[in-house]
């Protein structure tokens, strides 16, 4: 299954979700704007991603670019030293995206996205605006980890 609305990269205007694909926060690029904007120091953020990387198989990856599958992109962006890995060991395009998934909200939950509330004025618009009920615009906040933007991105796709 895999992850099928998996959000572009950061650098490519990706949502918070799209940190799961990052590299370390260790030169200029969109990473630290994401972090900043959702309240998660550039350690921070390195500490999420390794601690959920010994608890599950994107811990491994010695032959990647950073030593490790969970700074790795998104399986479809072509990369021969992570599907080498993902080979060796084992791994399933799907099951790597299924992992980057509960990765990204790992980095959701630590984020300061969660401590947005919204107004019922805020649902209310949001429900008028994709001509649904306010249920379900609570939840397709849900669904998005209360990110708005992501939200509407959604809610956009399921309109088409």
């Known amino acids: 299954m895999g992850w099928d ?12 979700r799209g940190l799961a694909f ?10 630290h704007t994401k972090l900043a904007e959702v309240g998660l120091s550039p350690q921070e953020f390195v500490n ?8 599950t198989e994107l811990g491994k990856g010695t032959g ?15 990369c021969p030293l992570r599907d080498s890995v993902l080979q ?4 399933s395009h799907d099951t790597y995206m299924t992992l980057k998934k509960e990765l990204a909200n790992e980095i959701v939950k630590h984020s300061n ?25 609570r939840n397709a906040l ?6 708005l933007k992501t939200a509407i991105k959604n809610l956009r796709l399921k309109s088409l």
Request: proline share 8%; with cysteine; aromatic share 6%.
């Open 22 to 31: 990052c590299c370390p926060p260790v030169k200029p690029c969109p990473v």
């Open 142 to 147: 849900t669904e998005a980890g209360n990110d």
């Open 88 to 91: 060796s060991i084992g791994m």
């Open 48 to 55: 999420i991603k390794e601690e959920f990387g010994k608890k």
């Open 64 to 78: 990647t670019c950073f030593g490790s599958l969970i700074w790795c992109c998104k399986a479809s962006k072509p």
């Open 113 to 137: 996205v969660n401590e947005i509330t919204y107004s019922d004025k805020d649902i209310s618009t949001l429900a008028e605006t994709f001509n649904i009920t306010i249920d379900e615009a």
């Open 5 to 16: 609305d998996a959000p572009a990269h950061v650098c490519r205007g990706g949502d918070i």
